[in-house]
């Protein structure tokens, strides 16, 4: 493929050398350099990419993405100066796997909590309603049938792009997509094409790489400036930011809420633990979702398929058979008479949600076991609040570890305890491996109690010092459940 192929859209500020030569890949990481290879060298928040770019010649990149003009300039070497390399990254890795986000019919969902569960209902809705479709989310990436393994909520633009046109190499028409607020920031969507966005809530998380909370709603809101006339915008109108997101966009303004008047509205009749009986625009049907939060959920669901004009009837016949997202409000089967759940709740609000559906549907005599661990290398404001609201809401509470990363866990739970208040430290234990953690609760729960694990849902790893070690809270909970006499 030809440079100049690649570079429509590009906004360069300075060229140094020729665009008429063939490259052979695009790359933003100096380790993975080939012979021919166009380097975007990006300023990140470990190590600045323009320091590679001599190495990085040195093994055989012959293009230069950079923001500034190098001191020294190799003559048989093409740099393109732009404002800013992750912009161009994203334009050019459309350009170079032949737009494919603009053949599909490509829907953004963003949000704290509930991308992943919207985004996977509405791919087996989709499916099940006969369509080719693309799921790109933190539990897989799917195209059709087949599995990709995901390493990130949205992939890097290059992986993103790669994925978008395997699906239409597939036929796939439509892709649902998690938008992060990461993604965003890092211009990781940058050049694709969106017949519409889906927004959830925003709670506390991140503050680590936002900030302020004001930048992190600034972050969600540039996706919905972004959308292009004639794509679709959803919001929910019952969350307090929930128009703010709409503001300045191009995009047909539409809401869906519990609370209000919406495009959108939906009531709940009932919520038991083995569902959702909800009144959706004036029809009242069962869901197998759990939980008010998961109303939400299933409301935005039913207004982008809605938006991407399906038959009302059909789509609420086909999701009243459809389960949600692998790790989220899972219950795992025992012969002990106890309601184990595996959750992904990891930030205060996903927490105070799942407690707080467990105390609307309990019977009210059981307890309520929590095990619950902070991420290392993130958002550490939330850790007491974590702890606390998990606390509030539980009868006993065990604080353990989810994925130290590079920190030591005794320090995350050290930062965790500082919100559990004295009343609560009674019913508070910390064990930091989080193996004896879920056997601890499994010993201390009693037929009739019920023992939530937060944190890692889908999960197969504890992340420790950069090594990924198995670990399943599924497989564990079961294990031990089973285990205990
Ligand atoms: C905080 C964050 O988002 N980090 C991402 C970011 O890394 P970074 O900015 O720190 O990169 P860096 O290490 O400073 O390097 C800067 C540049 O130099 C390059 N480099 C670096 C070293 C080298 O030897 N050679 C080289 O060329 C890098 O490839 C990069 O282009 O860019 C990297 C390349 O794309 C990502 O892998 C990395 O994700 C890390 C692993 C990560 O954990 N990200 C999480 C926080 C994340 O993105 N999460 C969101 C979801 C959150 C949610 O929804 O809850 C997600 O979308 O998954
Ligand atoms: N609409 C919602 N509102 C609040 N909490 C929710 C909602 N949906 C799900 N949750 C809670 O948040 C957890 C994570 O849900 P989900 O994986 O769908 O979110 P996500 O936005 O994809 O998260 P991530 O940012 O990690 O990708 C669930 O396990 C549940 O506890
Ligand atoms: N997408 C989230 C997942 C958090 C899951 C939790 N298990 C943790 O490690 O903190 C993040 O990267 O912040
Ligand atoms: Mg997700």
């Given at each position: 493929?030809?440079?100049q192929?690649v570079?429509?859209?590009?906004a360069?500020n300075?060229?140094?050398?020729k665009?008429?030569?063939?490259i052979?890949?695009?790359?933003?990481?100096s380790?993975e350099v080939?012979r021919?290879?166009?380097f975007?060298?990006?300023k990140g928040?470990?190590?600045d990419g323009?320091?590679?770019?001599?190495?990085?010649i040195?093994?055989g990149a012959?293009?230069?993405?950079?923001e500034?003009?190098?001191?020294e300039?190799?003559?048989?070497?093409?740099y393109?100066?732009v404002?800013?390399?992750?912009?161009?990254l994203?334009?050019m890795a459309?350009?170079y796997?032949?737009n494919?986000?603009?053949s599909?019919?490509?829907?953004g969902?963003?949000g704290?909590?509930g991308?992943?569960?919207?985004?996977?209902?509405l791919f087996?809705?989709f499916?099940?309603?006969?369509?080719h479709?693309g799921?790109i989310?933190?539990v897989q990436n799917?195209?059709n049938?087949k599995?990709?393994?995901a390493?990130?909520t949205?992939p890097n633009?290059?992986?993103?792009?790669?994925l978008?046109k395997?699906?239409?190499?597939?036929g796939?028409?439509y892709?649902?997509?998690?938008?992060?607020s990461h993604?965003m920031v890092q211009?990781?969507?940058?050049?694709?094409?969106?017949?519409?966005g889906?927004?959830?809530?925003i709670?506390?998380?991140h503050?680590?790489?936002h900030?302020?909370?004001d930048?992190?709603?600034?972050a969600k809101k540039s996706f919905?400036d972004?959308?292009?006339?004639?794509?679709?915008?959803?919001?929910n109108s019952d969350?307090k930011n929930?128009m703010?997101?709409?503001q300045?966009t191009?995009?047909?303004k539409?809401?869906y809420a519990?609370?209000?008047?919406a495009?959108y509205?939906?009531?709940i009749?009932?919520?038991?633990?083995?569902?959702?009986?909800?009144?959706?625009?004036?029809t009242?049907v069962?869901?197998k979702?759990v939980?008010?939060f998961?109303?939400y959920?299933?409301?935005?669901v039913?207004?982008?398929?809605?938006?991407?004009?399906?038959d009302k009837l059909q789509v609420?016949?086909?999701l009243s058979n459809?389960?949600?997202?692998?790790?989220?409000f899972?219950?795992v089967?025992?012969?002990?008479?106890i309601i184990?759940?595996?959750?992904?709740?990891?930030t205060?609000?996903?927490?105070q949600?799942?407690?707080s559906?467990?105390?609307?549907?309990r019977?009210?005599?059981e307890?309520v076991?929590?095990?619950?661990?902070?991420?290392?290398d993130?958002d550490k404001?939330k850790?007491p609040v974590?702890a606390?609201?998990?606390?509030?809401w539980?009868?006993k509470?065990?604080l353990?570890?989810?994925n130290?990363?590079t920190?030591d866990?005794?320090?995350?739970?050290?930062e965790?305890?500082?919100?559990?208040?004295?009343?609560n430290?009674?019913?508070t234990?910390t064990i930091?491996d989080?193996?004896?953690?879920?056997?601890?609760?499994c010993?201390l729960a009693?037929p009739?109690d019920i023992i939530l694990?937060?944190?890692k849902?889908?999960?197969?790893y504890q992340?420790?010092n950069?090594?990924?070690y198995?670990?399943d809270?599924?497989?564990v909970l079961?294990?031990q459940l089973?285990l205990?006499?």
């Amino acid at each position: 493929m030809q440079l100049q192929d690649v570079l429509y859209g590009v906004a360069i500020n300075n060229l140094v050398g020729k665009t008429n030569r063939v490259i052979s890949a695009l790359t933003f990481d100096s380790r993975e350099v080939q012979r021919g290879a166009v380097f975007f060298a990006v300023k990140g928040t470990l190590s600045d990419g323009h320091t590679f770019i001599n190495q990085t010649i040195a093994a055989g990149a012959t293009v230069i993405i950079c923001e500034q003009t190098p001191a020294e300039i190799n003559p048989e070497v093409t740099y393109i100066v732009v404002e800013n390399t992750s912009v161009a990254l994203g334009i050019m890795a459309s350009n170079y796997y032949g737009n494919p986000s603009s053949s599909l019919k490509l829907v953004g969902i963003t949000g704290t909590n509930g991308k992943t569960t919207i985004a996977t209902i509405l791919f087996k809705l989709f499916r099940s309603l006969g369509f080719h479709t693309g799921l790109i989310s933190t539990v897989q990436n799917q195209v059709n049938d087949k599995i990709i393994p995901a390493t990130h909520t949205t992939p890097n633009p290059l992986a993103l792009n790669q994925l978008l046109k395997q699906m239409v190499e597939l036929g796939c028409t439509y892709c649902f997509m998690e938008v992060s607020s990461h993604a965003m920031v890092q211009h990781r969507i940058e050049g694709l094409t969106f017949a519409g966005g889906v927004f959830s809530n925003i709670t506390h998380d991140h503050l680590d790489f936002h900030q302020t909370f004001d930048n992190y709603i600034k972050a969600k809101k540039s996706f919905f400036d972004s959308l292009p006339k004639g794509s679709f915008a959803l919001t929910n109108s019952d969350d307090k930011n929930g128009m703010v997101m709409l503001q300045n966009t191009r995009a047909s303004k539409k809401t869906y809420a519990l609370k209000q008047l919406a495009d959108y509205k939906v009531s709940i009749i009932e919520n038991r633990f083995s569902g959702l009986n909800l009144e959706i625009d004036h029809t009242d049907v069962f869901f197998k979702l759990v939980g008010s939060f998961n109303a939400y959920n299933l409301a935005a669901v039913y207004g982008t398929a809605m938006l991407l004009g399906q038959d009302k009837l059909q789509v609420l016949t086909l999701l009243s058979n459809l389960t949600g997202a692998e790790g989220r409000f899972e219950e795992v089967p025992n012969s002990k008479q106890i309601i184990g759940l595996v959750d992904y709740a990891h930030t205060p609000d996903a927490v105070q949600n799942v407690l707080s559906t467990i105390h609307d549907i309990r019977k009210g005599t059981e307890q309520v076991i929590t095990v619950i661990g902070c991420g290392g290398d993130r958002d550490k404001t939330k850790r007491p609040v974590m702890a606390q609201v998990a606390c509030d809401w539980s009868d006993k509470v065990i604080l353990t570890s989810d994925n130290p990363r590079t920190e030591d866990p005794h320090q995350i739970l050290a930062e965790m305890e500082v919100g559990v208040s004295p009343t609560n430290r009674r019913k508070t234990l910390t064990i930091a491996d989080r193996k004896e953690a879920i056997k601890t609760a499994c010993h201390l729960a009693r037929p009739g109690d019920i023992i939530l694990i937060a944190g890692k849902g889908h999960e197969k790893y504890q992340d420790i010092n950069g090594v990924k070690y198995h670990f399943d809270d599924k497989e564990v909970l079961m294990e031990q459940l089973n285990l205990i006499s």
